[in-house]
Every structure is written in C-alpha cells, then in structure tokens.
C-alpha cells in the first residue's frame, strides 16, 4: 500500500472514529392500507444500517410546498462510512436510532437529496434534508 493509499485510509478511520450515533436508510417500496381503518401506511425496505455522523453545514432552511402544506426544509448531511452498503440513493429516508451528542436526534428522519460520489473520501456524505413542521 502507497503512502497515498494508506494516508486514505487512515483519514477513513479518523472519520468513522467521529460517527458516534447510529441509523437506519429505508427505501419506500410501496403502501398498506388498514383495512379496519382505511389508514394508508408506507412501506420500506430497510438498506443501511450502523454508526453515522450528523452535521449541518450552514445554518440554512427554505420554505417547500409539500402537497397543500408549506414545510421548513433544512440542509443537513449524514456521513457514513465509505464500505457502508448498500448505498443510499435519492429519496430513501434516514432515521437517526441513536445519538450520543444529542438525544433529541433519536427518531428524526432525513431524506437523502443527492447521493456521494468520490473516489478517495473518508466518510460518504449525503446531502439529505429534513421536514421541520
């Protein structure tokens, strides 16, 4: 291994030791409906699942149109690591199971909104957003 190959891996090690919460992606597969209740529940497929790292970037959030409701949508990115599989892509969900920094974290859900792409990166970050009202 090359003094280029193992300065990678070392900054991936760094960077996983810094992932101190855990989560879960899922993908929508489809919907269920109760039908005692008519409720309609989504369906998932779970994909990735282990330690993570929440960070925002910068401070920013802009109004969306979500059906009829307007919504806050807040930038944000997850790390996980660079084995981590499957990899998330476009639209499946985050769900943050635990966190150490901050347990108001716990049970958030994130969408991803761009997958990562990067040949020598220490973590995989995605860009996801999260839904604030």
């Given at each position: 291994?090359?003094?280029?190959?193992?300065?990678?891996?070392?900054?991936?090690?760094?960077?996983?030791?810094?992932?101190?919460?855990?989560?879960?992606?899922?993908?929508?597969?489809?919907?269920?409906?109760?039908?005692a209740?008519?409720?309609?529940?989504?369906?998932?497929?779970?994909?990735?699942?282990?330690k993570?790292?929440?960070?925002?970037?910068?401070?920013?959030?802009?109004?969306?149109?979500?059906?009829?409701a307007?919504?806050?949508?807040?930038?944000?990115?997850?790390h996980?690591?660079?084995?981590?599989?499957?990899?998330?892509?476009?639209?499946?969900?985050?769900?943050?199971?635990?966190?150490?920094?901050?347990?108001?974290?716990?049970?958030r859900?994130?969408?991803v909104?761009?997958?990562?792409?990067?040949?020598?990166?220490t973590?995989?970050?995605?860009?996801?957003?999260?839904?604030?009202?």
């Amino acid at each position: 291994m090359g003094r280029f190959d193992q300065a990678v891996a070392r900054g991936r090690r760094l960077a996983e030791a810094r992932m101190r919460d855990t989560c879960q992606f899922r993908r929508k597969t489809g919907t269920s409906t109760n039908p005692a209740t008519g409720k309609i529940t989504p369906v998932y497929a779970n994909g990735y699942a282990g330690k993570c790292r929440l960070k925002q970037p910068s401070p920013t959030a802009a109004p969306a149109t979500v059906g009829e409701a307007v919504v806050v949508m807040v930038g944000v990115e997850v790390h996980i690591p660079m084995g981590a599989a499957p990899v998330p892509q476009t639209g499946d969900e985050c769900v943050i199971t635990a966190s150490t920094g901050d347990p108001d974290l716990v049970g958030r859900v994130f969408v991803v909104d761009a997958p990562h792409r990067h040949a020598d990166a220490t973590a995989r970050r995605l860009k996801v957003k999260e839904r604030t009202s």
